[in-house]
């Protein structure tokens, strides 16, 4: 069986620090791990997924994740947060037992001060 | 060329009315899927296609009928819908359908679906 669960609701940062989202899954076989962000009223956009390479990942838009399998954690994370980040973020996991099919977190809202 | 298309971008229908939705993707890719996305929740999977064949249903009310003339062509036909059926239809297409957990899927900017 598999799960993801996304810790925060809500994530409110100001222009310039650090993001961190963070997402803890389970899985009962070797997982692939996704980030999604969607802006308002869009479709969704792959940021960054894990595939058993290396551990840590990076992907567009300066966003990072780094697997951590004794923590069972795929935090996303970025160094410097920008007015545009301002979206919802989804953590989701696959795995070869159910190909066609992928579990989406519930979602954090990234809102960003200025 | 990384691109979900969807057709249109905004619907609105009557509860007597048929429409259809549209989707399009020219990456090869053989695995396609309809997901329902409510506001403020994630997107829930409705229908999965691989290799042009149903694959997947989950549970979805007769009302949605889904098709796939080709590889490349995903409809989604709608009749005698509820309000609550108003939403965000995403479509999503894959490499493969098959055991391969590890394939991206992209994702189409959606339809917003009204029903009054």
């Known amino acids: 069986a598999q799960s993801v669960t996304q810790l925060d609701s809500h994530v409110s940062v100001s222009e310039g620090t650090p993001v961190l989202l963070r997402c803890n899954y389970s899985?009962?076989?070797?997982?692939?791990l996704f980030w999604y962000v969607q802006h308002p009223n869009k479709g969704l956009q792959l940021l960054l997924k894990y595939t058993s390479a290396a551990t840590l990942v990076k992907g567009i838009n300066g966003f990072e994740a780094e697997f951590k399998k004794s923590e069972t954690s795929f935090h996303l994370t970025k160094p410097s947060a920008h007015m545009s980040d301002a979206a919802e973020y989804f953590c989701v996991v696959s795995s070869y037992s159910s190909a066609s099919k992928i579990i989406f977190g519930s979602g954090t809202r990234l809102s960003i001060r200025p | 060329d990384t691109e979900v298309t969807q057709t249109p971008k905004h619907l609105v229908m009557g509860m007597t009315n048929k429409k259809s939705l549209k989707c399009e993707q020219h990456?090869?890719?053989?695995?396609m899927y309809w997901y329902k996305q409510k506001a403020k929740k994630p997107p829930e999977l409705m229908f999965v296609y691989s290799y042009e064949k149903l694959s997947i249903n989950e549970s979805v009310p007769s009302r949605f009928s889904p098709e796939c003339p080709n590889s490349s062509l995903l409809n989604l036909h709608l009749h005698a819908l509820q309000p609550e059926d108003s939403a965000l239809y995403l479509c999503?297409?894959?490499?493969?359908?098959?055991?391969?957990?590890?394939?991206?899927?992209?994702f189409g900017p959606g339809t917003r679906l009204t029903v009054l």
């Open positions: 990456m090869g890719h053989r695995a």
């Open positions: 999503a297409s894959s490499r493969t359908g098959g055991l391969a957990g590890e394939d991206t899927q992209y």
């Open positions: 899985s009962s076989y070797s997982p692939s």
